[in-house]
């Protein structure tokens, strides 16, 4: 088969909107759902994490008052022991974006004195990507989590769907439909 110009013009185009159409359905996770980022109403972070999925691309809000709150993003030691004196990252804006640029174990933590240990500290496990199996602390173990613990089956929260996320099986279907249309152009060539 001959590759003419305007086919590989057309598959690179094809390419380019594949991308920009995976990136689009990246989802912004608010994190603590409506109560935000805070230690006040008891809000349980595990039980928050575990009602979410997560995978690279999508990013965690954290909205908050920055007058008695900050964001740090810590090493899995520190998120034990609430150290948020070697932090990798703060935030202090008190609306804040963390991006999900890759799949692993994340670690966030308030600094602000006994706000960890009262319980506002986040540990969110990130899948590989987009359309992928998505993973959770409550799909996959971590030694971090006392032994007896058992968060609820992971689902798309509603601050999710609020805030423009899709379910894994929609992400799925997309990614599986666009992996069609490269395959079948491929063959028309």
């Known amino acids: 088969m001959v590759f003419s110009r305007v086919?590989?013009?057309?598959?690179?185009?094809?390419?380019?909107?594949?991308?920009m159409l995976r990136e689009s359905l990246a989802s912004v996770h608010k994190v603590g759902g409506s109560a935000g980022w805070t230690i006040l109403g008891k809000v349980d972070y595990n039980k928050w994490t575990s009602s979410n999925t997560f995978t690279a691309g999508d990013s965690l809000l954290f909205v908050y008052n920055s007058q008695f709150h900050n964001v740090k993003q810590v090493?899995?030691?520190?998120?034990?022991?609430?150290?948020?004196?070697?932090?990798?990252?703060?935030?202090?804006?008190?609306?804040?974006t963390v991006a999900?640029?890759?799949?692993?174990?994340?670690?966030?933590?308030?600094?602000?004195?006994?706000?960890?240990?009262?319980?506002q500290k986040l540990h969110v496990l990130v899948g590989a990507t987009i359309?992928?199996?998505?993973?959770?602390?409550?799909?996959?173990?971590?030694?971090?989590?006392?032994?007896?613990?058992?968060?609820?089956?992971?689902?798309v929260s509603e601050?999710?769907?609020?805030?423009?996320?899709?379910?894994?099986?929609v992400s799925t279907a997309l990614t599986s439909a666009m992996s069609g249309v490269v395959v079948f152009l491929v063959a028309l060539l």
Do not use: E, W
């Open 7 to 19: 086919n590989v013009c057309s598959i690179i185009v094809l390419i380019i909107l594949m991308g």
């Open 75 to 96: 090493s899995r030691r520190d998120f034990l022991s609430c150290n948020a004196t070697s932090a990798m990252a703060t935030y202090t804006s008190g609306s804040d």
């Open 100 to 119: 999900l640029t890759k799949p692993g174990h994340f670690y966030f933590l308030c600094g602000f004195p006994g706000h960890c240990q009262a319980g």
């Open 131 to 155: 359309g992928s199996p998505s993973l959770s602390p409550a799909s996959t173990p971590d030694p971090s989590l006392s032994p007896g613990s058992s968060p609820s089956p992971a689902r």
């Open 159 to 169: 601050d999710t769907a609020q805030n423009g996320g899709f379910s894994s099986s």
